[in-house]
């Protein structure tokens, strides 16, 4: 059961007028089978799969506990981006491979590149191709 779908069953469930909501009636007001609603939701209660009468208003509680779970579970991943200060300190490709990439002048083949290094190399390749680009559109 995914975190999406958990939820969307949680607001069709709160959503309802009706009393004792069962997998039929849920059904009727998603539009998906019985029959996968009782399977997906038998994950929180084992007997739903079994009896199709079962009130979904009692598993409201362990779908609530299943979404803050997932929302803990996983924190958001921080992305990285190379911003144009970061691009100011290099004029080229060959002025990054200088400075990044050389001991004392000369090459080094064990030069590492960390994840934002290699996204500012290819920004700064980006750069430079723009305006071959450019000029092979304009003929």
Known sequence: MTKTSAKKY?????GSKIRHLTCEALSRSMGIYPDVIASDL????????????F???????????????QEQA????????????????????SDFVYKKMTINGIVSRNAKLSEDDLKILAKLVDMELKPSKKSKKRK
């Open 10 to 14: 949680l607001s069709a469930i709160k």
């Open 42 to 53: 038998s994950f929180f209660e084992p007997m739903l799969a079994m009896d199709l009468s």
């Open 55 to 69: 009130d979904l208003r009692d598993i409201i509680p362990a779908l609530e506990g299943y979404i803050e779970e």
């Open 74 to 93: 996983r924190p958001k991943e921080h992305q990285l981006h190379s911003n144009s200060l970061e691009l100011r300190g290099y004029e080229s490709v």
